[in-house]
């Protein structure tokens, strides 16, 4: 029995090696079909394979410095020193910021010494430093790529609001309030007011990281249609109506770019500090403290200082016909002082309730030829139309982008984008 098991055994054994040595001249011809193959995936950033390294990532604490980073990962202060010196005209080591992101990259041996530092300065911009003999440094970009979109919308309470109902950015706001920052009010936007845009989006990978160019837009507000279309002429792009008139005008609607109106200009009203009826020529807008304070147009600072009643306050003369003031400031912007001139859309200051005042706001006053007046019921002045020359070429590029814009439906296109969300 044990002798025959023995027996087939060996048989076994010899059919096997045999039957594999006569397969070996076939060898060359056998393929392993390519879709069956291991896919090798390599970890890439930066311009970097990171299964290289071991990875170290984190964000800038507050006043963290990137020798405190360097030190923990064993670079000594002589290289640091070298590296500082040898980045200085390329990117300041002191621009580093309290949270943002940041990336060391070490070797994997024993040493765990870093090779390379990168510190993501905004979601696209990221600066590389190579710290082994040759100590680079670089700038860089992340790949990004720009997605067009249509959207539309109706607003229920804000513009912000529906935006983000909408699967916008926040960022999309702010664009559009710069754009129409001449033309409309957007502290008197209505319930039922109605926006149609145009615009490509920036990503990077699945996060989107800014907007691009609002190619064309269209505001119904207080039934009125207000369009908006780039074009560029004296090497600067602008944006103009379908009339090729400028958006633009000589003060832009408010001091703010968001915020509410809690008290307008009027010769009634009840002061809740004083409490006794009195005149209230200035416009309230109401904001959290630290807010940017802009100035509405180009002039000169006449006065920047504190009183009483006014607090901190910025007055600019715009002209021999149009002066401004800013009241209640929590403080200055870095650099603004009498005889300083400043453009429109400056930042001046920062809300606060300095002086006689009840909470956080700027109250915003406006004379014309030496009487104060109510600034939002000027017939304002406007900058200069497109060019006569160029109107064929304005024409025929805002024929095409009205043409899309004016088809995007509302509530169908708004639900269709909220549907993708």
Known sequence: ????????????????????????????????????LPEVKVNMAYGLNLDSFIVKEGKIKKNQMLS??????????????????????????????????????????????????????????YVVFDLRDSMN????????????REVAGVINSSLYQ???????????AMEMSEIYAWSIDFYRIQKGDRFKVIFSEKWVGDTR????????????????????????????????????????????????????????????????????????????????????????GDGKVIEARYKKFNGNYVKIKHNGTYTTQYLHMSKFANGVRSGKYVR?????????????????????????NGKQVNHRTQKLPASLPVKKELLPQFKTTMDTLKLQLDVIPFEEKAAAELAQK
Not at 273 to 288: C, E, F, I, N, S
């Open 1 to 36: 029995m044990l002798r025959g098991l023995n027996f087939l055994l060996i048989f076994c054994s010899l059919v096997f090696l045999f039957g594999a040595c006569s397969g070996d001249e076939n060898l060359a011809d056998v393929s392993i079909p390519k879709d069956i």
């Open 68 to 125: 405190h980073i360097l030190l923990l990962n064993h670079i000594p202060w002589p290289e640091i020193d070298r590296l500082v010196k040898r980045s200085k005209d390329i990117y300041d080591v002191r621009k580093l910021r309290s949270g943002k992101n940041y990336t060391v990259l070490c070797k994997k041996d024993s040493t765990e010494k870093a090779e390379y530092f990168i510190y993501e300065a905004n979601a696209i911009d």
């Open 137 to 148: 440094v670089t700038i860089a970009q992340k790949e990004v790529t720009e997605i067009r």
């Open 162 to 172: 529906t935006l983000i109902d909408i699967n916008c950015s926040a960022g999309l």
């Open 209 to 296: 990281v800014g907007i691009g160019t609002i190619e064309a837009c269209l505001f119904e507000h207080h039934n009125e249609n207000f369009y908006a279309f780039p074009f560029e002429q004296n090497n600067v792009v602008d944006y103009f109506d379908e009339q090729a008139k400028s958006l633009r005008k000589a003060f832009l609607k408010s001091p703010l770019k968001f915020g509410r109106i809690s008290s307008s200009f009027t010769m009634r009203r009840y002061h809740p500090v004083q409490k006794r009826w009195k005149a209230h020529l200035g416009t309230d807008y109401a904001a959290p403290k630290g807010t940017p304070i802009l100035a509405v």
């Open 344 to 368: 429109q859309g400056d930042v001046i200051g920062y809300v606060g309730s300095t002086g006689l005042a009840t909470g956080p706001h700027v109250c915003f006053r406006f004379w014309k």
